[in-house]
């Protein structure tokens, strides 16, 4: 800091005219946007080269967050500092040490632990999870956990590593949208579950970069805590399904390679237009980049694949996970056994399995377009 503020000093110094009017100036060294105001004071705005990272997690995932955290730390040596913050639903104090140690292994700040405020509790009702777990809905409330003088930051989910520098999805010009995150693929029925349009825009929540003065604007958590009450809270998708309806018409949708998820790998283009009947999705060429040129790899659920720190796993960057997960303090850490899924969903995995390519691809699709959305239509 005193380099970056010596600097300025001496140059408002060789430039004393521009002390009377306000301008930008991109600082090549440091990254940093510097502006003046008509006192000749300087303000530091922005900083290009100054990461702050939220993940959230518990105690099951710690070892899934610290693999993540390897690669982000292993792939960012051109950003100045990484702050992260964990927004922690019970993780143990012997996992919070393993993860603090990858802060001093890689010689960079210590994480933030913040406990995770609860729901249920704070809505004095039960929350349907749908997906994951509770501690997913942490980060609903990023406005009143984190530092107030953020600006942005970048909500990671654990299940992801980092392939390359997060420079670029870090400077992304939001273009005046609250967030900015990945457009995915859902059919029309699922929006009418979550009071939207059929051609509003769903996204995936895993990765957000989000503008954290337009959202306390917005008044954004107040929004979801409000939808979900109204919903009783039960919510298509859970948390994502409350920041879909959201922010649905607030969003820049930002190129997939910086949310690379499962469904890219294990279905082609053509394969994935029938199951998942998406609407005005990203082209074909869009989605083949990322998957070979992935900023951000997102190991989602799937039916027809397993993740890579279960056994089995044949994602196509399953040896990239294994590889940060040799560098983490979990490196002798045993794979996790295959969990056994039972009742219809355990019957349909195991049938579609054995049917011809083409027939599941086919039978799959008029499940998850029309079968899952109506089932959770009877719930509401």
């Not at 406005?143 to 930051?153: G, I, M, N, T, Y």
């Not at 805590?225 to 298509?236: A, C, T």
Request: with cysteine.
């Amino acid at each position: 800091m005193k380099g970056r503020h010596g600097f300025t000093h001496i140059f408002l110094i060789l430039h004393p005219a521009f002390k009377n009017r306000c301008f930008y100036i991109f600082h090549a060294l440091y990254g940093t946007i510097i502006s003046w105001n008509n006192g000749g004071e300087y303000v530091d705005s922005f900083n290009s080269r100054e990461l702050h990272i939220v993940y959230a997690s518990d105690d099951r995932f710690a070892e899934i967050l610290g693999v993540s955290l390897v690669s982000l730390y292993e792939n960012n040596g051109d950003m100045n500092e990484i702050f992260v913050y964990v927004l922690d639903s019970g993780i143990s104090e012997a996992n919070k040490n393993r993860l603090l140690s990858i802060c001093t292994k890689y010689d960079r700040e210590e994480i933030q632990f913040i406990s995770a405020r609860d729901i249920s509790k704070i809505l004095s009702m039960n929350v349907n999870t749908d997906r994951g777990s509770l501690s997913q809905y942490a980060r609903l409330f990023v406005s009143r956990d984190l530092p107030e003088a953020l600006e942005r930051v970048l909500y990671l989910d654990c299940d992801i590593i980092v392939n390359s520098s997060l420079y670029e999805l870090w400077n992304l010009d939001l273009e005046g949208k609250t967030i900015a995150a990945l457009k995915d693929a859902f059919s029309k029925q699922y929006r009418k579950n979550i009071e939207l349009q059929p051609n509003d825009i769903m996204f995936n929540s895993g990765v957000m970069l989000i503008d954290m003065k337009r959202w306390k604007e917005n008044q954004i958590e107040r929004k979801l805590l409000s939808f979900i009450k109204r919903h009783n809270g039960v919510i298509q998708q859970g948390d994502q399904g409350a920041l879909n309806a959201v922010l649905s018409k607030d969003i820049y949708c930002f190129h997939p390679r910086f949310n690379s998820i499962t469904i890219f790998y294990d279905f082609t283009y053509e394969e994935m237009q029938v199951y998942r009947k998406p609407v005005d999705f990203y082209s074909k060429k869009d989605i083949k980049q990322a998957v070979e040129r992935p900023v951000i790899i997102h190991y989602t659920t799937s039916f027809t694949s397993t993740r890579p720190w279960i056994e089995g796993s044949k994602h196509r960057y399953k040896d990239r996970w294994l590889y940060y997960k040799s560098k983490s303090p979990w490196a002798e850490e045993l794979l996790w056994k295959p969990t056994q899924v039972s009742g219809l969903k355990g019957a349909y995995i195991s049938l579609s399995a054995k049917l011809p390519h083409k027939i599941m691809i086919r039978l799959s699709g008029l499940l998850q377009v029309y079968g899952r959305p109506f089932i959770y239509s009877l719930k509401k």
